[in-house]
């Protein structure tokens, strides 16, 4: 599960409820049964008013600001007009029922006692979330809801609530971080994120020192660049990852990870907590490349990106593969999923050129442009063929419509996928040419460290065979 903050809306209130309850969207079709047992085909319809009626609530938001602007004598419309918020399950997480009764049910609580609330439940994406428009003024009193940044925490401890309660996941958010809300959601569901990835580094720095100095150093041979004593941070540290353009705070990166807790994460270390041997690594890689059909294997566009995705999961997997990892493939770690899809969308088309690449596109592009032209020509004739006048052709026009619309839907995230591969093309191959650099580099160092070892043993082999033939009692 994860929920969205509030948001303030100065639109007309009527512009937000009507997307929410957009009966194509909250609308399924159930069975139900008459008292002999038959099966009735039928609609049901996801969509619940709190202290208002659903398909008259943009009048009462209206009528209930008017009211109370001649008693107070203020302009209850100006401004924030309504709120919005929505709750989102995973996938295949909850039944429709379910997650209307969960959402109504964080509406009462929330909002149930002075406010007027439509909430309606969405079935036309693959994750099910509930649309909340919250009333900006409270009816028993005319008060304006200002305390935004308060119901956002409240909302999220809320909704976590009652999804424990009905078995469902939850994401914790801590209290004061600052950005991207899906990177703090990555975090929470143990997904690659630009925090974690630091936090891997720091952990591997910290099994390598003995000292705060070497952890520095350590930190900043893999690129880092560590800022302390600036006034920008609570507890004045911060580092940049290589490539970034922002520093992060060592504190809000979690409890373990601020420098108090990093120096004594040091200082508990009783030897240098190395991975396994870089050899070892090196040759889990090579067997695990194998048994994927990774390096060495596949033709054209596909085994490009194979190749550059299991290097990816390599280096998640293995950390010590790489020393220092440039900041556009800790992008691309993050980015996976997409890197998949990506793969995914080439097998199926059999793309295997750049020059097929950006033919494919062109010609996706004038599809989905023909496509919406020829839905676009459905609602014009919808407006001449009126639902009163004559439903069955303008039920007819609208179901035609509608099926083109999850069609075009999936040719639009083709699209971003297959401009997003145009990209990834251009540079994959000095990524992997990186990648293999680093690692031949590391097999070189692995080698000339053994060879060196080697000769000190035998060196110290050699003094200690002398030494015994020195002490040997003579035959004379």
Not at 38 to 61: H, M, S, W
Not at 144 to 158: M, S
Not at 223 to 230: K, M, S
């Amino acid at each position: 599960m994860s929920l969205s903050g509030i948001t303030a809306r100065k639109i007309r209130p009527a512009v937000a409820i009507n997307y929410a309850i957009d009966p194509e969207k909250t609308t399924a079709s159930v069975i139900r049964y008459d008292r002999d047992g038959r099966r009735i085909p039928a609609k049901k319809r996801y969509v619940t008013g709190l202290n208002c009626d659903p398909d008259l609530a943009a009048e009462q938001f209206d009528d209930f600001k008017d009211y109370w602007g001649r008693i107070t004598g203020t302009d209850k419309k100006g401004g924030v007009t309504c709120y919005s918020a929505y709750l989102a399950f995973q996938k295949g997480e909850v039944d429709p029922d379910k997650a209307h009764r969960i959402g109504v049910e964080l509406a009462k609580r929330m909002w149930g006692k002075d406010t007027e609330v439509v909430i309606a439940t969405h079935l036309n994406t693959d994750r099910l979330h509930c649309h909340f428009v919250i009333n900006s003024v409270s009816f028993p009193d005319g008060a304006k809801i200002h305390d935004l940044r308060k119901g956002n925490w409240a909302l999220i401890e809320a909704a976590n609530r009652i999804c424990r309660e009905n078995g469902l996941e939850t994401v914790e958010v801590v209290y004061g971080r600052k950005g991207n809300r899906a990177e703090h959601i990555a975090e929470a569901e143990g997904k690659p994120s630009m925090r974690n990835l630091i936090r891997w580094d720091i952990d591997r720095a910290v099994g390598r020192s003995f000292t705060m100095s070497e952890f520095y150093g350590c930190m900043e041979k893999m690129g880092y660049e560590i800022l302390l004593g600036d006034s920008r941070w609570r507890d004045g540290a911060g580092l940049k990852p290589p490539g970034s353009r922002y520093f992060y705070s060592f504190r809000l990166l979690g409890k373990e990870y601020t420098i108090d807790m990093i120096a004594q994460r040091i200082l508990e270390t009783d030897k240098r907590n190395e991975e396994l041997p870089r050899a070892e690594i090196l040759q889990k890689a090579a067997e695990e490349r194998d048994r994927r059909n990774g390096l060495g294997t596949g033709t054209g566009l596909p085994g490009l990106f194979r190749r550059y995705t299991t290097e990816l999961d390599l280096i998640l997997e293995y950390p010590v593969l790489v020393e220092q990892v440039p900041f556009s493939i800790r992008r691309d770690l993050i980015h996976t999923e997409r890197l998949e899809k990506i793969l995914d969308l080439l097998e199926r088309n059999t793309i295997m050129t750049p020059s097929e690449l950006v033919e494919f596109t062109s010609e996706a592009e004038k599809e989905i442009a023909f496509r919406r032209k020829q839905r676009s020509r459905y609602y014009q004739r919808m407006q001449k063929y009126t639902k009163t006048a004559y439903p069955e052709e303008n039920e007819r026009l609208s179901a035609e419509a509608r099926q083109m619309t999850p069609e075009i839907v999936e040719m639009r995230k083709d699209i971003r996928l297959l401009k997003f591969a145009q990209e990834y093309a251009a540079r994959i191959p000095s990524e992997l040419d990186y990648l293999l650099l680093q690692q031949e580099q590391i097999t070189r160092d692995e080698e000339h460290g053994r060879k060196e070892e080697d000769m000190r043993d035998e060196q110290l082999l050699a003094g200690r065979g002398g030494s015994g033939r020195e002490d040997e009692p003579s035959g004379n």
